[in-house]
């Protein structure tokens, strides 16, 4: 079982940018790993998913294209994520979660335990308008 830690969330304007950042306890290399987050009164919504196969493009929702981007560091057992041009529709608790060799594409649209095996404790991102 893999452990999972997000942090780099804060308070910013509009138009501004924050990274965050998932650590894990081991290698993803074997995992794919996504964003999800939680805006409040609102349902869980994938955000992005990077998948353990290098040959698959990262999967965005549709309202952070062209702005957010996910990466990997297998050799720091991190997976980041750079959001640009924030807008106060992208203030939500971020989670990163860990799933074990499933299609990524899927795991934007099942937010939820139901396909994710692991998460952590999430990192809040607040953007003001």
């Known amino acids: 079982e893999v452990q999972l830690q997000a942090s780099g969330g804060g308070l910013v304007q509009s138009g501004e940018s924050l990274r965050l950042t998932c650590t894990a306890s081991?290698?993803?290399?074997?995992?794919?790993i996504g964003w999800i987050r939680q805006a409040p009164g609102k349902e869980n919504e994938g955000v992005s998913c990077i998948s353990a196969t290098f040959h698959n493009q990262p999967e965005y929702v549709d309202s952070v294209k062209g702005r957010f981007t996910i990466s990997r560091d297998i050799a720091k057992n991190t997976v980041y994520l750079q959001m640009n041009s924030l807008k106060p529709e992208d203030t939500a608790v971020y989670y990163c979660?860990?799933?074990?060799?499933?299609?990524?594409?899927?795991?934007?649209?099942?937010?939820?335990?139901?396909?994710?095996?692991?998460w952590g404790q999430g990192t809040q991102v607040t953007v003001s308008s």
């Open positions: 979660a860990a799933d074990y060799t499933a299609p990524c594409d899927e795991g934007l649209k099942i937010p939820s335990s139901d396909y994710w095996d692991y």
């Open positions: 081991d290698r993803l290399d074997d995992y794919n």
